[in-house]
């Protein structure tokens, strides 16, 4: 099969088609992963992903915020605590890669979230002024351009804190819904002003809806108060030619056939340690939704011998038919050595080429 480039192989990866070979691909690379890497053999003037030779991903995000003013309350040595737009208030760490501890939420009740509704119009200046020359640049320099509005449900949970916006579902799921809607239709807005500058490769949504055990709330409830929404969402991408791709962390199980529902091209990125397998769910999903990731970081951390026998078992249940994109369980820490993933990607090359 004749070679292609990334976004000819991403795209044929996500429809079911088959692509030349397997897409390699990682997200996030940690600053201590490169850091690393650069005293095993990564060259200092090297971007890690050209110099490996993966499929890039660039993701560029879209304010579907409440578009509050962001502010600075107060600031140490190691940390620095903001209120953002959507009136979180976070303490976020300077030195070191670690998520943001959320602290306060605007929204608490739902009167507060009906004093601010209002907020979330769809306006142009919520797409980077930049989006039209970064398309342009995704055909020229051929890399996989994704926007990235925030999933309805997610930015609910986000913006009230899980504990709040938990309650919030079980004690007001119309309110819940009402959020939903709302910041569905502010995603329709963005796509169709986004496809008016220049056309995407891809919307993609991220949600970590599951922890490491299951869902963090029925999947009755999804149905009722989220499916019906999103599905307008993944509607419009593939009326418009743009691939819907989902993000979600956690044992994803309870999840994957109300993915597969609602339209989504894709699941990355498969966590191994939250019991995620592609050997047990090719069988089930393979042909309606791709799978994206799966390789533990774990295993990658270990012996190349261990990272490459990671890789073998899980490509060779994962290649055949199609639908499968390489990428770790998750992102690459400062546990994986470049040693133990160049064997990693040199396993997935030898498996994953299609005839």
């Given at each position: 099969?004749?070679?292609?480039?990334?976004?000819?192989?991403?795209?044929?990866?996500?429809v079911g088609?088959l692509?030349?070979?397997?897409p390699?691909?990682?997200?996030?690379?940690?600053?201590?992963?490169?850091?690393?890497?650069?005293?095993?053999?990564l060259?200092?003037?090297a971007?890690?992903?050209?110099?490996?030779?993966l499929d890039?991903?660039?993701?560029?995000?879209?304010d579907?915020?409440?578009r509050l003013p962001?502010?600075?309350?107060?600031?140490?040595?190691?940390?620095?605590?903001?209120?953002?737009?959507?009136g979180?208030?976070?303490r976020?760490?300077?030195?070191?890669?670690?998520?943001?501890?959320a602290?306060?939420?605007?929204i608490?009740?739902?009167?507060?979230?009906?004093?601010?509704?209002?907020?979330?119009?769809?306006?142009?200046?919520r797409?980077?002024?930049?989006?039209?020359e970064?398309?342009a640049?995704?055909?020229?320099?051929?890399f996989?351009?994704?926007?990235?509005?925030?999933?309805?449900?997610?930015?609910?949970?986000?913006t009230?804190?899980?504990?709040?916006?938990?309650a919030?579902?079980?004690?007001?799921?119309?309110?819940?819904?009402?959020?939903?809607?709302?910041?569905?239709?502010?995603?329709?807005?963005?796509?169709?002003l986004?496809?008016?500058?220049?056309?995407?490769?891809?919307?993609?949504?991220f949600a970590?809806?599951?922890?490491k055990?299951g869902?963090l709330?029925?999947p009755a409830?999804?149905?009722?108060?989220?499916?019906?929404?999103?599905?307008?969402?993944?509607?419009?991408?593939?009326?418009?030619?743009?691939?819907?791709?989902?993000?979600?962390?956690?044992?994803v199980?309870?999840?994957?056939?109300?993915?597969?529902?609602?339209?989504?091209?894709?699941?990355?990125?498969?966590?191994a340690?939250a019991?995620?397998?592609?050997?047990?769910?090719k069988?089930?999903?393979?042909?309606?939704?791709?799978?994206f990731?799966?390789?533990?970081?774990?295993?990658?951390?270990?012996?190349?011998?261990?990272?490459e026998?990671e890789?073998?078992?899980?490509?060779?249940?994962?290649?055949?038919g199609?639908?499968y994109?390489?990428?770790?369980?998750?992102?690459?820490?400062p546990?994986?050595?470049?040693a133990?993933?160049?064997?990693?990607?040199?396993i997935?090359?030898?498996?994953g080429?299609?005839?």
């Open positions: 099969m004749p070679e292609m480039t990334t976004r000819q192989r991403i795209r044929r990866a996500l088609e692509p030349d070979r397997v390699l691909t990682e997200t996030s690379i940690w600053p201590e992963t490169v850091a690393r890497w650069r005293q095993e053999g060259p200092e003037d971007d890690p992903v050209d110099w490996l030779g890039r991903i660039h993701v560029c995000v879209l579907c915020s409440l962001r502010e600075d309350l107060a600031e140490d040595e190691e940390t620095r605590t903001i209120r953002d737009a959507d979180v208030t976070t976020q760490f300077k030195h070191r890669y670690a998520v943001p501890q602290l306060d939420h605007l608490k009740t739902p009167d507060d979230w009906l004093r601010l509704r209002d907020r979330l119009t769809v306006t142009a200046q797409i980077p002024p930049d989006y039209p970064l398309v640049r995704s055909v020229h320099e051929d996989w351009l994704a926007i990235k509005p925030r999933e309805p449900l997610w930015w609910v949970l986000m009230m804190g899980f504990e709040g916006g938990l919030m579902l079980m004690d007001h799921p119309d309110v819940v819904e009402e959020m939903v809607a709302t910041q569905t239709r502010l995603n329709l807005g963005l796509l169709d986004a496809v008016k500058l220049a056309r995407p490769d891809a919307l993609w949504h970590d809806l599951c922890y055990t869902m709330f029925s409830l999804y149905r009722d108060l989220v499916l019906p929404h999103v599905k307008t969402i993944t509607a419009a991408c593939w009326e418009r030619g743009i691939i819907p791709m989902y993000h979600c962390d956690g044992r199980g309870e999840l994957l056939p109300l993915l597969v529902e609602a339209g989504y091209a894709c699941i990355q990125p498969l966590e340690r019991g995620n397998d592609v050997r047990e769910l069988p089930l999903y393979g042909r309606r939704i791709t799978l990731g799966n390789i533990s970081v774990e295993r990658l951390s270990g012996t190349p011998d261990e990272a026998d890789v073998r078992a899980k490509l060779s249940a994962a290649v055949p199609g639908r994109i390489f990428h770790s369980d998750h992102s690459l820490p546990t994986v050595s470049l133990g993933y160049q064997r990693a990607l040199a997935a090359r030898e498996i080429r299609y005839e």
